[in-house]
């Protein structure tokens, strides 16, 4: 399990998708020489890098949601496991549910802590030629993937078997 903790301030930042594969990660001291995106009259994203044009696309955060840039640490969390047992009644323990109660005080599960780095409301996706499309593998995932956490955590009621799924009652 993952536990995001904040800095006192995280700062506000614009991440950059490049097309091309770079051996670091974490923020790299560019200057204006190397990186200076710019936007024309009609709103288009256009920057040089290593000599080469590159033409980008603003992937806005969904409503509802926050980009948050995270670094790992060494720091872990110890949290004891919620024995269910424990909040049924019962006159006479049984033995087994002794032994399942003391097992249980002693698990305990790992939380790895992430410090958060910065937050975005918006990320910049870059393609070589053209602007990335919206089948572009970033800008899809971004939708896509939101809409299927959301489907993962609604609470939608079950069908009753029998019922197809496109079919009216």
Known sequence: MLSV???TSAPQCTPNVLPCRINHNGPANASKRYWCPEDDAEGKKTAYFRGRKLHGRSVKVPEGYKGVIVQSSDRMLSTAVENKSRN?????PSPQRIEDEDSADEE??????????????????????????????????MEEWIGFAEAMHSTASPRPSGIAADSKP
Request: proline share 2%.
């Open 88 to 92: 049924t009644l019962s006159e006479q």
């Open 5 to 7: 903790q904040a800095q």
């Open 108 to 141: 305990a599960e790992q939380v790895m802590v992430l410090e958060k780095i910065a937050t975005f409301e918006e990320l910049v996706v870059w393609g070589h030629e053209n602007v990335p499309k919206k089948d572009d593998v970033f800008v899809r995932t």
